[in-house]
């Protein structure tokens, strides 16, 4: 935008103007100081000022971005807020569970809130206006820069026997490094005991690829469930009888790590793995 004078175009995509005084003297602009002459300079892609500023200072480079699990994340918040349980969600009877993914900066405070799955909208936003008040310390990357964090929280919406509905955390988080005991992990399975698992009743198939090879690639009757909130929501594993871990047949160590982070998630239940097509 041009101010006090109409811009004219000059070559290379830089629009000049010259700012001048009511009197037309071109002196009077800086009070006898001189001409004051403005350059913009629009970059031809199309970019805005608000870009060119958003860029770090010159000497300087950008934080370091990492992602971490939403255990440590929950580990690192200085002050959390639960979501309000909407009115009209609780008078509906909407329930389940609302993810958000969080970026929080170097200085701990959440700077964007994307819900990623929610009961409604009306709980979704919920989560995003309980999630920007949440504080975090600072987290440091592998050379010790303080970085920006990309993480995730999850929250129950339940209803209970008499109406009223309630928020809640996820269960704490176990060690994932500790080894699971007992022998209910059984490893890798093919389809004829994957069809007598299902026979059997109690059955839940976890599908831990990402959501977006959930979505363009469903397995029947799987529930969604990347492997980083599997610890986070290991409620909804506990009725199952025998759980099998769903992912591609190119990452086994994902599927093992996996099946071993539901081992540690659950009380009971028998753990399973079995694999779909090549990883793309």
């Known amino acids: 935008m041009c101010v006090g004078a109409p811009c004219k175009p000059i070559r290379g995509g830089i629009m000049k103007t010259t700012l001048m005084a009511d009197s037309q003297n071109p002196t009077d602009a ?14 031809l892609g199309g970019l805005q000022s608000r870009d060119l500023l958003a860029g770090p200072a010159p000497g300087q480079s950008r934080p370091m971005r990492v992602t971490i699990a939403e255990g440590s994340a929950r580990a690192f918040a200085t002050k959390t807020v639960l979501p309000v349980f909407p009115a009209e969600s609780m008078k509906r009877g909407i329930h389940g569970v609302a993810v958000a993914v969080v970026v929080f900066g170097v200085d701990g405070v959440v700077r964007d809130v ?10 979704g936003e919920a989560v995003r206006a309980a999630a920007r008040g949440w504080l975090f310390k600072t987290v440091h990357g592998p050379n010790k820069e303080p970085a920006v964090v990309t993480t995730k929280l999850t929250f129950y919406f339940e209803i ?11 269960t704490p988080a176990r060690d994932v490094n500790a080894e699971p005991s007992g022998t209910r992990y059984h490893g890798l ?11 059997e009743g109690g059955l839940l198939l976890l599908d831990i690829r990402d959501r977006a090879q ?6 029947r009757g799987a529930v969604a469930m990347p492997v980083e909130e599997i610890e986070a929501r290991s409620r909804e594993l506990a009725s199952a009888k025998s759980i099998v871990v ?4 190119e990452i086994e160590k ?3 790590f996996a099946a071993r982070t539901v081992v ?6 028998r753990v399973f793995v079995t694999l779909v097509g090549p990883a793309r």
Request: charged share 25%; hydrophobic share 35%.
């Open 214 to 219: 959930s979505r363009n690639e469903p397995v």
């Open 246 to 249: 769903v992912c591609y047949s």
């Open 30 to 43: 800086l009070g006898g100081g001189g001409l004051a002459v403005v350059f913009l300079v629009l970059l």
């Open 264 to 269: 540690r998630s659950t009380k009971s239940a």
């Open 189 to 199: 399975i093919g389809r004829d005991t994957l069809d007598k698992l299902r026979a």
């Open 160 to 170: 209970a026997s008499d109406g009223r509905g309630t928020v809640s955390d996820p």
């Open 114 to 123: 994307q819900i990623q799955e929610a009961p409604d909208e009306a709980c």
């Open 254 to 256: 994902v599927c093992d």
